[in-house]
Each structure stands twice: as C-alpha cells, then as structure tokens.
C-alpha cells in the first residue's frame, strides 16, 4: 500500500504540474482568478502532491524491487558529477535569470543561458536522474523519477507555451539557446563565455556540493561511500 501511495503521488505531482501549466487550462484559470491566485494554487497541488510523495519515500526508502544496480564505483563518480552540475546550473540560474522562468528577464543568450536556457529545470533534472543510478528500487525510481520528467518535459512544455505568449523574441531566443545542456553550443548555434558566468556562485555551488557530500549520511541517510 505504501509503494503504491509513494508511486501514485509522485506521478501526480508530475502530471499536476504540466496539466496547470498548459496553454489553455492556465489560461482559463488566470482568466477566472487572477494571475497570483493561480501561481497560489499551482504552489498549493505542488504541496499536496509532493509532500506526502517526499515523506512516504523518506519514511520507506528503498521500497519496492530492485529495478537495477550498478557498479558502485561508476555509478558514485558519474552520480557525483551530475549532482555538482545540478548545483553549479540551479546558482548560476540566480545570476542569470531565464526568460522561461517566472520573473522578468531579457530574450538574451548570454552567462548560464549559452548553456541552456532552463537551467532551473535541467537542475532538478539532473539532480534526480543522479538519484535514479544509486537507487533502483520502485519506490525510489517513482519519487526521484518524477523530477526527471518534470525537469525535462516540462522544460519544452513550458517552450511551446511561452512561444505562442512571447512570441518572436522568444521564438528567437530559442533558436540562439537549447534546453539539454550544451547542445546548442555544441550545434554551433552559441558559444560559452566564461567571463559571464558568475565565479562567486560556481565556488558556492562547489561548497554546497562538497558539504552536503561529506554529511550525507548525517543529513540523509545512506553512506556515500
């Protein structure tokens, strides 16, 4: 019963998301309650549906049958770099906010944003595909899983949205940026500019990482190494 509710949940907190942000359910939504009301209940489903996904889960780690193990050793480096990259994207999204995001920003490829233009998104959607390698249990694929399909899917759902609302100078934007990380550098469609990046932020990224890495099983639980 617990892996089904852990599983039942974290798929709604994806579907949720992506329902509420789609073109003409939100529309109509903001239409009928205000713009600031609909980001408060969009927060509040948020809440409700990742809430108990995220207890569930901490209270019955490891629930459900092993879907896959990999060798440790890969499987921490490979983790590792993922997690660092998450937090060096989610801190360099702070000096450079998107235009795909919720505050006000300029259609401008420049700093994170040469990278790719969700760094939150891609953030979150690395940090958990990090998690799906180290844990292969139902339970934990379900949980984890969901920040991956949130981050990526709807990275390019909320593309299509803001494409038809911002029109041209986003459309173009697009078309200077990517959502997976360098593609659109390796495409030679950008380039990276280091001086644009913000260095106090990448060392802050590295801290965070380095912290939460040496007391992970203080904070978490589980040994990392």
Known sequence: MTLTLIVMFSVLFAVTHLLLSHGSIREGLVN????????????????LTLGPAAV????????????????????????????????FLFFQSLATPSPAGMAPAKEEARGILRV???????????????????????????FFGSFVVLGVAGAYHQDARLKKTKGEPFIEF????????????????NRLV????????AFISVVVFVVLTVFHSRFFGGELF
């Open 32 to 47: 009928k309650i205000g713009q600031w009301p609909f980001r408060g209940l969009y927060s509040l489903i948020a809440f």
């Open 56 to 87: 569930l889960w901490w209270q019955n780690r490891h629930l459900g049958v092993v879907l896959w193990e990999l060798l440790f050793w890969p499987e921490r480096v490979i983790a590792g770099l993922l997690v660092l990259f998450a937090f």
């Open 116 to 142: 790719t233009r969700q760094p939150m998104n891609m953030a979150f959607a690395l940090w958990g595909l990090a998690h799906l390698l180290a844990n292969g249990t139902v339970g934990d694929v379900a």
């Open 174 to 189: 697009c078309k200077q940026t990517s959502v997976m990380p360098f593609s659109a550098i390796l495409g030679r469609r």
């Open 194 to 201: 280091l001086d644009e990046l913000s260095f106090p932020l």
